[in-house]
T-cell receptor, first 109, second 111 residues
Framework: EDQVTQSPEALRLQEGESSSLNCSYTVSGLRGLFWYRQDPGKGPEFLFTLYSAGEEKEKERLKATLTKKESFLHITAPKPEDSATYLC??????????FGAGTTVTVRA | NAGVTQTPKFQVLKTGQSMTLQCAQD?????MYWYRQDPGMGLRLIYY???????DKGEVPNGYNVSRLNKREFSLRLESAAPSQTSVYFC??????????FGPGTRLTVT
């Protein structure tokens, strides 16, 4: 059965304290791995798509990387506005995405 | 562009009542999806429509029906609401790149 596991469940950071979130997956025929940001009371907002091992994508203070079994979302020098829940999802053989439960990041000023 | 819109934003139902959640997208996407999100469980796919005229079950379809009204609109119906259907419901759409774009959600409480 396809599984997506995110760790840690929650992460509290001081402003400027860099860290990484993990998304591990077991899926056959990976077509893409997606990262989303979700603010409280809102829908998920698309951040990145990664297609193959070794690929990296960056956006402002966020950098996503992909290996054959996991993806990392690195947050460099975070600011309070980076506080959100970060979701990863994998796409396998068809249109469907399987989502992890998310990592809630809180950045204190 | 509004992206993906959903109505209503909030709804309270009594057990056994029915309702339809509406979703529309203006990105000319072929595929549309309905998810529910519950604490600690992540997003779970209820139904999806790969293209206009087709619908398929997702992970948790029991108790729901869907209609792909046209390319823009995809509705979700609860025929007889149950407390277990208390959740936040999200509609999403995707184009050729498969990345999904989500609406703002409908917060449903069934008492």
């Amino acid at each position: 059965e396809d599984q997506v596991t995110q760790s840690p469940e929650a992460l509290r950071l001081q402003e400027g304290e860099s860290s990484s979130l993990n998304c591990s997956y077991t899926v056959s025929g990976l077509r893409g791995l997606f990262w989303y940001r979700q603010d409280p009371g809102k829908g998920p907002e698309f951040l990145f798509t990664l297609y193959s091992a070794g690929e990296e994508k960056e956006k402002e203070r966020l950098k996503a990387t992909l290996t054959k079994k996991e993806s990392f979302l690195h947050i460099t020098a975070p600011k309070p506005e980076d506080s959100a829940t970060y979701l990863c999802a994998v796409q396998h053989n068809d249109y469907k995405l399987s989502f992890g439960a998310g990592t809630t990041v809180t950045v204190r000023a | 562009n509004a992206g993906v819109t959903q109505t209503p934003k909030f709804q309270v139902l009594k057990t056994g009542q029915s309702m339809t959640l509406q979703c529309a997208q203006d990105m000319n996407h072929n595929s549309m999806y309905w998810y529910r999100q519950d604490p600690g469980m992540g997003l779970r796919l209820i139904y999806y429509s790969a293209s206009e005229g087709t619908t398929d079950k997702g992970e948790v379809p029991n108790g729901y029906n869907v209609s792909r009204l046209n390319k823009r609109e995809f509705s979700l119906r609860l025929e007889s609401a149950a407390p277990s259907q208390t959740s936040v419901y999200f509609c999403a759409s995707s184009g050729r790149a498969y990345e999904q774009y989500f609406g703002p959600g409908t917060r449903l409480t069934v008492t």
